[in-house]
C-alpha cells in the first residue's frame, strides 16, 4: 500500500499548482486633499498559481479588486514557475492599468529590465520571453490609476479611478512539459486504483 501511495504522489505532483504570494500597502500619501479610508491597512495572502506559467488574474476581467477593503494601494505579486520545455513565449499584461500614475511592471528572474511594463511614460502591454529548462521567479508590481474627480462646484481632486485589477496571460503556454501526465486529479487516482485491482489478481 505504502508503493501505491508513493506512485499517486509522484505522478499527481504535477497537479500541484505552485503558490502565489501577494503583498498590499495601503498608499499613505495622500493624493490631493483625498486619502484612502484604508491607506494604512498592509497585509498578505497566497493563492495558488500554475506551475509550468507566470500567468495570473487578479479581477482583471471584473476590475473591482479590493484587497482588505483598499481602493488605493500598491500591490507586490511574486512566485516561481518550472520551465518543462525550453523555448520562447509571449506573455501579454491586461486589466486596469494605463490610468494616470497606474504602474504595471513585471519581471522574471529579477531582471533589471521588465519583461511588461505599462505606466503613463511607457506601455509595453506584450512581449516575447525566452527561458532555459528550469525553476523561475517572477515579480509584478502594480498600482491602479487616478483620475482629476469633480467633487464639488468648480472643485476637483485626484481620486483612485475604481479600475482596480491586472492579469498576466500566457499566451502560448510553450514551457509546460512537451508529454504531460494528466493533470486531472481523479485521473491520478486511477493508477493506484488499477495497481490495487491487480495485486489482487495476482
Not at 499548482?17 to 493624493?31: C, F, S
Request: include cysteine; proline fraction near 7%.
Amino acid at each position: 500500500m505504502k508503493t501505491t501511495l508513493l506512485l499517486t504522489a509522484l505522478l499527481c505532483g504535477s497537479a500541484q499548482a505552485n503558490l502565489i504570494t501577494v503583498d498590499i500597502e495601503g498608499n499613505t500619501t495622500p493624493i490631493g486633499r483625498y486619502t484612502d479610508p484604508n491607506a494604512n491597512v498592509t497585509g498578505s495572502y497566497t493563492v495558488p498559481g500554475s506551475q509550468y506559467s507566470p500567468e495570473l488574474n487578479f479581477h482583471a476581467d471584473t476590475l473591482d479588486w479590493r484587497p482588505f477593503g483598499a481602493t488605493y494601494f500598491t500591490a507586490h505579486i511574486h512566485g516561481t514557475f518550472t520551465v518543462a520545455t525550453p523555448g520562447t513565449d509571449r506573455l501579454m499584461m491586461t486589466g486596469g492599468i494605463g490610468g494616470r500614475n497606474s504602474l504595471g511592471a513585471f519581471t522574471i528572474d529579477n531582471n533589471p529590465y521588465p519583461s511588461l511594463w505599462v505606466s503613463f511614460m511607457d506601455e509595453r502591454y506584450e512581449n516575447t520571453v525566452t527561458l532555459a529548462q528550469g525553476v523561475h521567479s517572477f515579480d509584478l508590481i502594480y498600482q491602479p490609476g487616478i483620475v482629476q474627480t469633480l467633487v464639488g462646484p468648480g472643485d476637483e481632486a485626484s481620486l483612485p479611478d475604481g479600475k482596480n485589477g491586472i492579469a498576466i496571460v500566457d499566451v502560448d503556454h510553450t514551457w509546460g512539459p512537451t508529454s504531460s501526465v494528466p493533470e486531472s486529479t481523479w485521473l491520478c487516482w486511477l493508477v493506484p486504483a488499477g495497481l490495487l485491482l491487480l495485486r489482487r489478481k495476482q
